[in-house]
Each structure stands twice: as C-alpha cells, then as structure tokens.
C-alpha cells in the first residue's frame, strides 16, 4: 500500500487559493489518487479523484505530475467554510481496495 | 446526504457492556467499511465487507466483530467496553471492494462514549 505523506496543518485567508501538496513516492502503476475533505464530527466526503495531469471539478483541482510521485490539491478562492482536514489516499490498483487514511492536512481559513 | 445511515447518532453506555452499531450502505452499493476516529489515533479502518462477506481485517480488536447482512446492511459489535473505546465510529460504502478505486461514501458517524 503506497504511503503518502502530506502537511500536518496550513493556514490561509478567505478568497486565497490553496494548495496542498501530497508525496506518494511508492504509487504503483494502476493506483489512483483521492482526496476527501473531513469536517468536525462529520464523515469524510469525497472532493476529487484523477490518475494522470490534471482533473477539475466544481470544487477543486487536481495536478498530478507524469512521474505521480505526488499530486496538488488546489482549492480556489478558500472560503471560512473550506476550513477542515484533508486526506490524500493512493490505492484501488487491483484486488480488494481499502480506503486508507493518514492523518490528512488541518486547513484553517481565516477572515 | 451521502446516502449512508448509521444509527444511532450518540450511544452513551458503562464499561464492561455490549453495543451494536447499524450501517445501511447507499442503494446498491456492496462493500461496508467500518473506521474507527478517535482525537489521538486519527482514522483507523476496521474491517470490510463485501457483498455479505468479510474481505479484510485492520485494526480490529478481538473485542469487536461485525457483520454484513443479506440486505447488505451492516452491524459493528463491540463488547467489554473499555473507556479507551470512547471514539466515532464511522461506516463507509461503495460499489465494489475490488478492482479500480472508487469513490467511498461515509455516513454521519456514531459518537460512542463509554464511561
């Protein structure tokens, strides 16, 4: 299971965008990446998933290299209510996939 | 709305004594996981179900045993409670448990404390 390693905490300020960086050194070749965003006492959710370049959603973007020994979350103009923590999760390459988590990224944006 | 139903939201109970916690998956989703979230441990998976059976084990303590139901919905049993069992409890679903990776739907979560 590739490991991932991402900033413990970050710090912004409302309508600045926002990137967090995630290492994946050891991704095999048919992993995939995701990030999900956790709120307080809340589940987490998905935000976004790619493989390869570049994928955007409705909410975020995704820049992975072509090496995919890391990838970008990017967050457009940050919001008081994008402050959680945010997990970057390699797996789901073949055979039974579990979605593991580290300790993910504290994002606190503040006014 | 994940679409993911844990109940109970809150359970409140004694040490040394027996809960069940319930997981209904999203419609038509196949694998269960259940997580594990306390403030010093982080996001710790359990075990896995798939389509009624077990496929994995993780951090799971022989105290602890789950099943997953023909309907699929799931059940997280946990028994001689200690203190240290004071956690959320989480439950996750997604369509399969094998081949590509797949989005993970989480539901709410049930806040357990053991006192």
């Known amino acids: 299971l590739a490991k991932t390693t991402q900033p413990i905490s970050m710090d912004s300020y409302e309508g600045q965008e926002v990137n967090i960086t995630c290492s994946h050194n050891n991704i095999a070749t048919n992993d995939y990446i995701t990030w999900y965003q956790q709120f307080p006492s809340q589940g987490p959710r998905f935000i976004i998933q790619g493989y390869k370049t570049k994928v955007t959603n409705e909410v975020a973007s995704l820049f992975i290299p072509a090496d995919r020994k890391s990838s970008t979350l990017s967050l457009p103009r940050v919001s008081l209510s994008d402050t959680a923590v945010y997990y970057c999760l390699v797996g789901g390459g073949g055979g039974s996939y579990i979605p593991t988590f580290g300790r993910g990224t504290s994002l606190i944006v503040h006014p | 709305d994940s679409g993911v139903t844990q109940t109970p939201k809150h359970l409140i109970t004694a040490t040394g004594q027996r809960v069940t916690l319930r997981c209904s998956p999203r419609s038509g989703d196949l694998s269960v996981y259940w997580y594990q979230q306390s403030l010093d441990q982080g996001l710790q998976f359990l075990i896995h179900y798939y389509n009624g059976e077990e496929r994995a084990k993780g951090n799971i303590l022989e105290r602890f045993s789950a099943q997953q139901f023909p309907d699929l919905h799931s059940e997280l049993n946990l028994s001689s409670l200690e203190l240290g069992d004071s956690a959320l409890y989480f439950c996750?679903?997604?369509?399969?448990?094998?081949?590509?990776?797949?989005?993970?739907?989480f539901g709410q979560g049930t806040r357990l404390t053991v006192v």
């Open positions: 996750a679903s997604s369509k399969r448990g094998q081949e590509l990776n797949t989005e993970a739907f």
